[in-house]
C-alpha cells in the first residue's frame, strides 16, 4: 500500500462524502503531508500497516521541539486519527496506532472584541464612492451576522433575503443556517446592490457574487482582510483587527445584552455548545473590568 496514493484516497473523501470546505481541506493536507514527510523520511516506513504509535509519538514530539504551540499538536492529533480512523474502516490496515494518543489540554485564550463605540467608530465611514458603499454594506453585514468571512465572500446574491430580513449561510461541513439581518445592515446591503454593486460589476455576466473587489470578481477573503485594516486604520483603531475579531463582537456584545445561549450558538453555526460558551467568560471578564473601574469601593 503505498503511502502517498492511501492520502490522496484519504483527501477525496473528505471532499467528496464528508463536504469539507476547501480551507478545511488545506489544512488536512498540510497537516498530514507534514506527518507523511516524517513517516516516509524519518521512520524508513513504506507502508501505513506498519506505522506504530512510538511512530506518532515521535512525530509529535518533532513538533514539540520546533516549537509548535499546544493547539497546533491537539489539530495535529485530531487529524491523524481521523486518517488512521479511514485507513481501519477501509480495511487498509488491521490496527489503529493513534487509538491511545493522547490530545494535550489546549489553553483556552479569550476571544479579544471591540467595544461598542469601537464598533461605531469602525462602522462609521464616510461614504464617497461606490467601494465606500461596499465596504460600508460588508462590516454592517459581518457585524450584523457573525459570519466568518470565508461564508461572508462566498456568498451570492440570491443568499440575501432582505424583505423577509435574514441570510442563507452554507457553512463548515456544507451545513445551511438561516441568520436574521438588522435593519442597519438591510439598509446598507440595500444602498450597496442599488448604487455601488452594477457599478463595480462593470457589465460583467455570469457573476453571482454578492461582495465585488474593484475589478468586478468575487472579492477574496485576504481582499477582505485588507480593507478592514486600511478602514481600521482611517477609523483610528490600534487593536491588531482581524475579520474573524468581529464575528468574536458580534457574539460578545448580544450575550452583554441578554441573548440566549442557544440562539447565539445557532447564528454562528457551532456544533457545539461549548464552543459558544467562551463568549460567556469574555462577557464576565468585561463585567469585572467595569466593576473594577466604577465601583466606589473596587
Same mark, same amino acid.
Given at each position: ?51 506504530? #504509535?512510538?511512530?506518532? !509519538? ?22 491523524? #486519527? ?20 493522547? !490530545?494535550?489540554?489546549? +489553553? ?11 464598533? +461605531?467608530?469602525? /462602522? ?9 458603499? #461596499? ?40 451545513? +445551511? ?27 460583467? !455576466? ?5 461582495? /465585488? ?19 481600521? #486604520? ?33 447564528? /454562528? ?23 473594577? +473601574? ?5
Amino acid at each position: 500500500m503505498i503511502l502517498k496514493d492511501t492520502l490522496e484516497d484519504f483527501f477525496h473523501y473528505l471532499k467528496i462524502e464528508r463536504g469539507l470546505s476547501e480551507n478545511t481541506l488545506m489544512s488536512y493536507r498540510r497537516d498530514l503531508n507534514n506527518y507523511y514527510t516524517f513517516i516516509k523520511e524519518k521512520s524508513n516506513k513504506i507502508s501505513w500497516n506498519v506505522v506504530l #504509535r512510538d511512530d506518532i !509519538t515521535r512525530f509529535l514530539y518533532t513538533l514539540k521541539d520546533e516549537g509548535k504551540s499546544t493547539a497546533t499538536i491537539a489539530r495535529m492529533i485530531s487529524s491523524l #486519527r481521523l486518517f488512521h480512523q479511514f485507513l481501519v474502516r477501509e480495511n487498509l490496515v488491521e490496527n489503529d496506532p493513534s487509538l491511545h494518543i493522547e !490530545t494535550p489540554r489546549k +489553553e483556552r485564550k479569550l476571544p479579544s472584541v471591540l467595544s461598542t463605540d469601537e464598533v +461605531e467608530k469602525l /462602522l462609521n465611514i464616510p461614504i464617497n464612492s461606490p467601494l465606500d458603499i #461596499r465596504n460600508k454594506a460588508m462590516l454592517e453585514f459581518i457585524y450584523a451576522t457573525g459570519l466568518r468571512v470565508t461564508e461572508v465572500v462566498t456568498l451570492r446574491v440570491s443568499d440575501l433575503h432582505l424583505t423577509m430580513g435574514f441570510v442563507r449561510c452554507i457553512g463548515k461541513g456544507a451545513k +445551511e443556517r438561516i441568520v436574521p439581518l438588522g435593519d442597519v445592515a438591510k439598509e446598507a446591503l440595500e444602498n450597496y446592490l442599488q448604487h455601488s454593486r452594477h457599478i463595480l460589476l462593470k457589465n460583467q !455576466t455570469g457573476i453571482n457574487a454578492l461582495f /465585488l473587489n474593484q475589478h468586478g470578481r468575487p472579492l477574496s477573503r485576504q481582499g477582505f482582510w485588507k480593507i478592514l485594516k486600511t478602514v481600521a #486604520r482611517h477609523a483610528g483603531i490600534t487593536k491588531n483587527l482581524t475579520p474573524h475579531m468581529l464575528r468574536h463582537s458580534f457574539a460578545t456584545h448580544l450575550l452583554e445584552n441578554g441573548a440566549d445561549l442557544r440562539a447565539v450558538q445557532e447564528m /454562528l453555526g457551532h456544533a457545539d455548545i461549548s464552543t459558544t460558551q467562551i463568549y460567556t467568560h469574555v462577557t464576565q471578564a468585561r463585567l469585572k473590568d467595569i466593576y473594577q +473601574e466604577f465601583h466606589p469601593r473596587a
